[in-house]
């Protein structure tokens, strides 16, 4: 059975590092971008599941320059190619569209995916969570 709300935990794409919080955190310029993936968490398709129905809210800092989204997988163990982008799980931020406060985002998707995961792109601020159920 699905477990309640949980964290996704990120590591670093180029390097595989494992990050030890939630929170992602780029003091940038704006020169460049780094990608984040977090770790794989079961979706309803594991579970089988027959509803699909998952939620995720995407939590960023004001000054948050980048792009949050979901992957997902059918593959019971999933390699690299495996992943696809979750259609309408897409979130940019803008520093030019500057926030008077941390914003949350919240997304509903379905499908029996297997496993799914966050993507994060980041090229300014933080992200302080990304919280998925199913």
Known sequence: MPAL?????FYQIQT????????????????GVITYVSTKVKGD??????????TVAYSATRFFAGTITMQASLASEPVETDWFTV??????YATS???S????????????????RGHVQISEGGVLSIQYNN
């Open 87 to 92: 259609r309408d799980t897409t979130t940019t």
């Open 97 to 99: 569209n500057l926030r």
């Open 45 to 54: 398709g594991y579970y089988g599941s027959s509803d699909g129905i998952h």
């Open 101 to 116: 406060t941390s914003t949350v985002d919240i997304h509903n998707f379905s499908g029996n995916f297997v496993w799914v």
């Open 5 to 9: 709300s949980q964290n996704l935990t």
């Open 16 to 31: 595989a590092s494992t990050s030890t919080s939630v929170n992602i955190n780029y003091p940038n310029t704006g020169t």
